[in-house]
């Protein structure tokens, strides 16, 4: 199935913002951190350490961290490594919805689907 | 362990800068300068992997934006490279140091002849895509100040193929491998320069996520460093392009020739000496 450069525009900017928000994101949290240990600390040292885990687990540890209102500098530079790690990950699963529902186009949906699979795959390792 | 935050961060400004310049990640500096700062080279290649997401999505979203990128010939070929990266990681994390040092030097090495070899090449379009290639739909256009120009890529097969094997070496060795990949796309896919570079830039994060997830599930990432090296690596490489686009080509392409030299036999050197 061919697709109308308006289409293929719409697709671009998609995929375009998806990477600039998670970068621009990701950068923000970690200078937010930084931030804050400098003003707690005196010093940008940070010295936590991450133990052995997936990206779900990383994520639900700062969910529940965000949820029990337990902010710190650690925190916002976990939310910032997050963030970018997740941002080609969301980056493909918007592209298999676009391709499967906006362009109804099979193979390209497949072929993405296949990746997002992958990748889920890979972010669930331990 | 404790890090000194402004030397890391200048160290990755370095890479970003060097590596922008080159028209590749900083992956391939940020490795050996992380070593020569005492870190280990597992967890270089772990951070590395991490940053190279940063400044291949900084990238990638601007060059997808200005219609350079080619999004069926990436999203075909990420199938390949994700596979080749997660092996890969696998690979390091069970390896002994001494050879990843040995390997990355070797690595460092073949993109030099490859950028030497390739150094006055020119353009031209494939003249009979195949069947393959063209079920896949793999033609674009990219605008140019002449006006737009079309293309057709060709032997989708087997730059799916070798894809795994860039894939491989980028989650081995931590880097965005967009050498190897660009290579593939102009040689065997006879697709033209610019769309090569920036298709391989989408492909980039995606393989690095591949990689990066094996290496945080090794507790190899440690976000200390990681703070310090993202931020600066995207100054770097922000500013590197910046002042790309000021300089001839060819002048980029020999400052970057002996900076792949030199740290290609230091990283054999320090190999063979048994560096851990």
């Known amino acids: ?126 | 362990m404790g890090h000194s935050f402004g030397l890391f961060f200048a160290v990755s400004c370095v890479a970003g800068f060097v590596g922008a310049m080159a028209g590749m990640g900083g992956g391939i500096v940020l490795i050996p300068a992380l070593t020569w700062l005492h870190v280990g080279i597992k967890q270089a290649i772990a951070i590395s992997m991490v940053s190279v997401i940063a400044t291949s999505s900084g990238s990638a979203a601007a060059y997808v934006r200005d219609r350079l990128t080619n999004l069926k010939v990436g999203m075909f070929l990420e199938m390949f490279t994700i596979l080749g990266a997660l092996a890969g990681a696998r690979v390091t994390v069970a390896a002994n140091p001494r050879w990843l040092f040995l390997l990355f030097g070797l690595v460092l090495l073949a993109s030099w002849a490859t950028l030497f070899a390739r150094r006055d090449e020119i353009w031209r379009p494939a003249a009979h895509p195949d069947n393959l290639s063209r079920w896949l739909e793999l033609e674009g256009s990219y605008p140019e100040k002449s006006g737009d120009v079309s293309y057709q890529a060709t032997r989708a097969g087997w730059g799916g193929a070798l894809m795994f094997g860039a894939g491989l070496v980028a989650g081995l060795l931590g880097i965005g491998a967009g050498a190897l990949k660009v290579l593939i796309h102009d040689l065997v896919m006879g697709l033209p320069p610019k769309v090569s570079t920036t298709t391989s830039n989408l492909i980039i994060g995606v393989t690095a996520l591949a990689g990066a997830s094996v290496y945080l599930s090794q507790g190899l990432v440690d976000p200390g460093l990681a703070a310090a090296v993202i931020p600066g690596i995207l100054a770097g490489a922000f500013s590197g392009t910046r002042v790309l686009v000021r300089l001839a080509n060819r002048s980029v392409r020999r400052f970057f020739l002996v900076v792949l030299a030199v740290l290609g036999v230091e990283m054999i050197v320090r190999g063979l000496r048994g560096a851990g």
Not at chain 1, 36 to 49: D, F, K, P, S, Y
Not at chain 1, 75 to 89: A, D, E, H, Q
Not at chain 1, 107 to 112: E, I, V
């Open chain 1, 1 to 126: 199935m061919k697709i109308s450069r308006r289409d293929s525009g719409r697709m671009e900017a998609l995929i375009g913002s998806i990477l600039a928000v998670g970068v621009v994101g990701s950068v923000l949290f970690l200078a937010a951190g930084l931030f804050w240990q400098r003003r707690a600390t005196g010093a940008i040292h940070l010295n936590h350490a991450l133990r052995g885990t997936n990206l779900f687990g990383f994520w639900s540890g700062c969910a529940q961290a965000v949820a029990g209102g337990r902010w710190s500098p650690e925190l916002l530079v976990n939310l910032g490594i997050g963030v970018l790690l997740l941002t080609p990950y969301v980056r493909v699963a918007a592209s298999a919805v676009y391709f499967a529902f906006f362009e109804r186009n099979a193979k390209y949906a497949g072929f993405t689907a296949f990746v997002l699979g992958v990748l889920t795959y890979s972010l669930f390792l331990r």
